[in-house]
């Protein structure tokens, strides 16, 4: 017979009361400035990001990831990839401290004009070495609990949870992430903050055609599992902004909040550098008007405030150290 667990308010209460009034709020670590202020991940959250292939999630959480060891300087952090080696993941955050394009770091296309840079960010980056840990196979949930434990990390990234296998036998591939999901709520109730990257399926647009269209997106594009959005304290999905031929605006569409207000945002993302940064309200151009349309027609270019907005230089070197991370 099983035995009833269960306590009254009355039970509670005084302890509750201490709490309020203590005026402490929750942990949060905190991933940048602006918008990104705004996102909260800390000790008995569960975050989940989704995106189609390509979206920008892995650079757009590593980001995170390192700005919040930054920021937070007693932060240890775990990170589970099963498709990008450390080498790969380090590379580009190189790219993002230092300014300088992936592609010239990837191939080691070195010159004299870029060792001061490669110098600073490359310094950043090791004096994060102790607290930051990577998963090695096999890529086990069994395997990432143990080496959370072994590092005391605080902060635990899985990129991505169908592909990382709970314990015990599992019907499908749904079961698998029902079961992983349910670990993980586990994991953030003991005190651990915990990042999940998700696949997401394609959706039906205006025309009946199959696609990653943002604007179609919401919880139900997780793959796999009702869970994973059950289970989450904050869910995001991060794909282009409609509407911006450059590609480089994403929306951040935040499709659930625990805990307060869900409020979509917008990024910049400087692909070649791997750099995310927000846009303030202020900072969103207007819908063009017929009047816009006809001056593009005529001039054959973007006007100069959007030209301004879709090409930003990459951040100076003295940005390297700035608190938020985005240079």
Not at 224 to 238: H, M, P, Q
Not at 251 to 264: P, V, Y
Not at 266 to 274: A, C, E, I, S, V
Request: aromatic share 6%; charged share 25%; hydrophobic share 40%.
């Amino acid at each position: 017979m099983t035995t009833a667990n269960f306590a009254t308010a009355a039970d509670l209460i005084d302890a509750w009361r201490d709490n309020v009034l203590s005026g402490t709020p929750p942990i949060l670590f905190p991933v940048g400035a602006g918008e990104l202020a705004r996102i909260e991940i800390g000790p008995g959250l569960v975050t989940l990001l989704g995106g189609a292939p390509g979206a920008g999630k892995t650079a757009f959480v590593m980001q995170c990831v390192v700005d919040a060891l930054r920021l937070t300087t007693s932060l240890r952090v775990l990170v589970c990839n099963v498709e990008m080696t450390a080498g790969v993941l380090l590379d580009r955050q190189l790219a993002r401290l230092s300014g300088i394009d992936l592609d010239t770091i990837r191939h080691r296309r070195f010159d004299g004009s870029h060792a001061d840079r490669l110098d600073q960010a490359i310094h950043a980056l090791e004096a994060l070495g102790e607290r930051l840990a990577f998963v090695r196979p096999p890529y086990s949930l069994d395997n990432v609990a143990a080496a959370a434990d072994a590092h005391n990390a605080g902060l635990i990234v899985l990129d991505y949870i169908q592909r990382i296998q709970p314990p015990g036998q599992h019907g499908d591939k749904r079961g698998s992430v029902n079961a992983t999901m349910d670990y993980l709520r586990q994991f953030a109730d003991a005190g651990v903050a915990v990042v999940v990257l998700s696949a997401v399926g394609r959706s039906k647009d205006d025309q009946g055609r199959s696609s990653y269209a943002g604007s179609g997106m919401n919880l139900a594009s997780f793959r796999e599992s009702s869970e994973l959005e059950f289970g989450a304290d904050d869910a995001f999905i991060l794909h282009p902004e409609a509407d911006n031929a450059e590609g480089n605006t994403l929306r951040m569409r935040h499709l659930k909040s625990r805990h307060g207000e869900a409020r979509d945002m917008l990024l910049t993302f400087d692909r070649p550098r791997m750099s995310f940064a927000s846009l303030s309200p202020d900072d969103i151009p207007a819908k063009p008007t017929k009047k816009d349309n006809r001056a593009r027609g005529r001039n054959g270019k973007l006007l100069s405030e959007l030209a301004e907005l879709w090409n930003r230089p990459a951040a100076a070197d003295d940005d390297l150290d700035a608190e938020g991370g985005d240079a």
